[in-house]
């Protein structure tokens, strides 16, 4: 059962002081499962054809945590090559599989 100064914020009133820190922990703590995965468990990923799944989910949620500054780049450094490799921008003659139209 949630307490009560969560059912609050949950109902528009304000959000608790502990909000923004709890949110970047829950989020370093995603991190780290994310890693985790990576590290420990690609090939399986690879063999269940997933890794393009972890890789877009990875991407997305590296690109939300830089955009709001809610986990600290000494945290994620160990992933900095692939995080380069799959946050960078498309390539001016690079086209999506969408039709323009």
Same mark, same amino acid.
């Given at each position: 059962?949630?307490? *009560?100064? #969560?059912? *609050?914020?949950?109902? =528009?009133? *304000? ?6 820190? /709890?949110?970047?922990?829950? &989020? %370093? #703590? /995603?991190?780290?499962?994310? !890693?985790?995965? #990576?590290? !420990? ?5 690879? !063999?269940?054809?997933?890794? =393009? +799944? /972890?890789?877009?989910? #990875? ?6 945590? %830089? ?9 994620? &450094?160990?992933? *900095? ?5 799959? &946050? !960078?921008?498309?390539?001016? +003659? ?6 323009? %139209?």
């Amino acid at each position: 059962m949630l307490n *009560d100064k #969560y059912l *609050d914020f949950l109902s =528009g009133k *304000d959000f608790p002081n502990s909000f923004e820190s /709890l949110v970047k922990k829950v &989020c %370093r #703590y /995603l991190f780290h499962v994310l !890693a985790h995965i #990576y590290w !420990a468990h690609f090939k399986e990923t690879v !063999a269940l054809e997933l890794q =393009g +799944h /972890l890789n877009t989910l #990875y991407t997305h949620f590296i690109v939300f945590v %830089r955009e709001f500054n809610l986990v600290e780049p000494k945290e994620t &450094c160990i992933m *900095d090559d692939l995080s380069e490799v799959l &946050c !960078a921008p498309l390539l001016p +003659h690079t086209h999506n599989h969408v039709t323009e %139209r």
